[in-house]
Structures are given as structure tokens and as C-alpha cells.
């Protein structure tokens, strides 16, 4: 199983970026996907997650309104739009397998995110 994230860059507030999470090594049209983020020297955020099919989305209230999650089954492949981008956005973004904590199994290795001027 490979996760491996790639979008990440420095950007301006209120400017906009996509992340994506190609996968390979299983069936990623069978598997709920989550992105998950780290603020620098802060733990784990949970920022959104999607269903099978890409048909149920939720996100953190954090970012509700400003990101959108999506997939490609064709592409194997997740992204993160996110838009109207905050100083507090900046982390590092991972892409994780599963829809709980508890089902998490395998993780990206991380793409990072810096929101300044």
C-alpha cells in the first residue's frame, strides 16, 4: 500500500491550493479516505473525510466552507481544494486510509502547507 501526497507549497492568506493523494498497492476504490493535518508542534488535526463513492463528505469546522474533498476512483486518487487559505491552515497534510481514528492503516508520508505573507 502507497499514499503519496504532493500540492503543498507556500502561499499568501486567502490564496488557494490542491493537494493530491495518489494510491496504489489496493483496491482504493473499496476504502473511505481521510486527510488529517499537523500544525507545527501541535498534534493531530482531523480535517475531512469521504465515502466509497464520494457521495458523503464531512469536514472539521475549521475548515468547513473553504475546503472541498474528492475523489477520482478511476484515478485512484483523493484531493483537498482548499480555498480562502489562513496563517492557521499552515501544516503538514496527510493522507490516511480509513474514516475513524481507530481504522486509520495507512498513512502518506505528508505533503506541508505554509499560509503567509
Known amino acids: 500500500v502507497q499514499l503519496v501526497e504532493s500540492g503543498g507549497g507556500l502561499v499568501q492568506p486567502g490564496g488557494s491550493l490542491r493537494l493530491s493523494c495518489a494510491a496504489s498497492?489496493?483496491?482504493?476504490?473499496?476504502?473511505?479516505m481521510t486527510w488529517v493535518r499537523q500544525a507545527p508542534g501541535k498534534g493531530l488535526e482531523w480535517v475531512s473525510d469521504?465515502?466509497?463513492?464520494?457521495?458523503?463528505?464531512d469536514y472539521a469546522d475549521s475548515v468547513k466552507g473553504r475546503f472541498t474533498i474528492s475523489r477520482d476512483n478511476a484515478k485512484n486518487t483523493v484531493y483537498l481544494e482548499m480555498n480562502s487559505l489562513k496563517p492557521e491552515d499552515t501544516a503538514l497534510y496527510y493522507c490516511?486510509?480509513?474514516?475513524?481514528?481507530?481504522?486509520?492503516?495507512?498513512w502518506g508520508q505528508g505533503t506541508p502547507v505554509s499560509v503567509s505573507s
Open positions: 490516511v486510509r480509513g474514516v475513524v481514528s481507530s481504522s486509520y492503516d495507512y
Open positions: 498497492g489496493f483496491t482504493f476504490s473499496s476504502y473511505y
Open positions: 469521504i465515502s466509497i463513492s464520494g457521495g458523503r463528505t
